[in-house]
């Protein structure tokens, strides 16, 4: 067995530092940017007066920093060669995306936007595996040139993590000639959608409520008539772009379907592995930078003239959070690299456990980790000038909405006890 992180990854990761160093970090610092990462930083992210959503400057300044990583190769790292990308494994995904976490907020790595100057798209492998030629080209390649733009459309109002339930319904209708599709229901956490060209909308077309089977995902244009945002949802960590909409009377040609009719819930699988396990590695880093920013104040602080850490009860919850980090660690980069060694299909029937496991965790552990850190560092800690507040209201959020902590524990569950999985069937 060997553990080292390769050393082409070690070549790689110290050419993005040095892309960092030189081109991001001097676009942070110019024009007050700093703003939107400093104590200023949930106000000069949101509009609070055009719905709570985020600023132009802000979005602007994301995909300025997008464009340098492109020009500079870093961009579509984890994309197919073909796309323009380097076929970007997942474990060099999950070593980058720690890292990138380890170093605390900063352009380079944005998670409250999912931004990084190292990309993640899922949505890539979802259409490349699933998407026809001329979808892959339309979606894929327009997706990199900022023509297209998807955002996820399955979590319904009434129905949150259990999509089997959904109510929003499609049935065949022909408009003008044109064999299609009507659509009518709800969504809601539908993220992105100020921006989105379209809407993955996943919608009932057959089989009964609760039945895996029988949903399917079409690609609606957004805006489009019946099509309706009723509100942005204002969360824990601002600013929003979730919102709550209806679907009435919306139509679509059958060409807008994505996959397979009635198979929609395997594509929403598809996403959810690969997002899961990189979230799980920048869970990771920012626990990891929590408890490092903690230590390092500790041995500064010098309350009744000696260090803070000199007192095991500042020490012990450290321990115990820098013990699990080392854990969860070497199982993220071994579900990574099993995912990089086997069919994309397999995943599910074989390790999907495993990646929940990996995620659930590192989302409760960054939570645990920031709130350390928080108490550690006293009353700065609890301040906006110190970054722990915004790490805590940020992944908090992770512990629902990648999959709510107990939906992916009842996945292990039932890996476990032999429902699914290799040992199915295993005990009687």
Known sequence: MDFAVPQELEDYYAELTRFIEDTIIPLEQQDDNIRFFDHRREYA?????????????????????????????????????????????????????????????????????????????????????????????????????????????????HHGSDATHMET?????????????????????????????????????????????????????NPTEGLQIEEWMWTFNMPTDHPRLSVTNVWVPDSAILGVEGRGLALAQSFVHQNRIRQAASSLGAATFC????????????????????????????????????MLRLLIYKTAWDMDNMPHEMIEKTISDKVSMCNYWANRLVCQAADRAMQVHGGIGYSRHKPFEHIYRHHRRYRITEGAEEIQMRKVGAYLFGYLGPKRGMYG
């Open 45 to 157: 992210r949101t509009d609070f007066e055009n719905g709570g959503l985020p600023r132009h400057e802000w979005e602007d300044l994301l995909r300025q920093s997008r464009k340098l990583a492109d020009e500079a190769g870093h961009w579509r790292f984890s994309a197919p060669k073909k796309y323009g990308g380097k076929d970007g494994s997942n474990l060099w995904m999950a070593v980058i995306r720690d890292r990138f976490a380890q170093r605390g907020l900063g352009l380079h790595n944005d998670l409250q936007n999912e931004h990084s100057i190292v990309g993640n798209f899922p949505f890539v492998a979802m259409f490349e595996h699933f998407g026809t030629e001329e979808q892959k080209q339309e979606f894929i390649l327009g997706g990199f040139e900022g023509t297209r733009r998807v955002a996820f459309g399955l979590t319904e109002p």
């Open 169 to 221: 319904v499609a049935v065949r209708e022909t408009r003008d000639g044109v064999d299609g599709w009507r659509i009518d229901g709800e969504k809601m956490w539908i993220t992105g959608m100020h921006v989105a060209t379209h809407c993955a909308m996943f919608a009932r077309t057959g089989g009964k409520a609760g039945d895996a089977s029988g949903i399917t995902c079409f690609l609606v244009p």
């Open 291 to 326: 408890v490092e920013e903690s230590v390092r104040y500790a041995r500064e602080r010098k309350p009744f003239g000696e260090e803070l850490a000199r007192n095991q009860a500042i020490q012990f919850p450290l321990v115990e959070l820098a013990t699990q980090c080392e």
